[in-house]
């Protein structure tokens, strides 16, 4: 998915999040930018939600394995499905 920063408006690349600490800069304007902390907890709760509850309702699995379950393929997942559809924003300290 195309990424623009959000301080000169011109297309990114945006690195994994494994792949820096705290924040990244831009290219061309040198700002330091980040991934949107409210987009991973919404995809990551959203996620969670959507597995563990099948999960224990209709196959029933106990509650802690349904979790750990959906958290393991969160991330698993993560860096290939939802990382590309995190915002990036300012980082501000």
């Known amino acids: 998915m195309k990424k623009y920063c959000p301080h ?3 297309e990114i690349d945006t690195p994994a999040m494994s792949a820096y600490d705290e924040y990244f ?3 061309h304007c040198g700002i330091a930018l980040m991934h949107d902390e409210k987009d991973i907890f919404i995809y990551a709760i959203a996620f969670i939600i959507a597995i563990t509850l099948p999960l ?5 699995i106990n509650s802690f394995i349904a979790i ?3 958290l393991v393929g969160y991330r698993f997942l993560r860096p ?4 590309p559809r995190f915002r990036i924003k300012n980082f501000i300290e």
């Not at 224990?56 to 029933?60: R, S």
């Open 8 to 10: 000169c408006q011109t």
């Open 25 to 27: 800069s831009c290219p």
């Open 56 to 60: 224990i309702l209709l196959f029933n």
């Open 68 to 70: 750990a379950i959906a």
């Open 80 to 83: 290939h499905i939802f990382e």
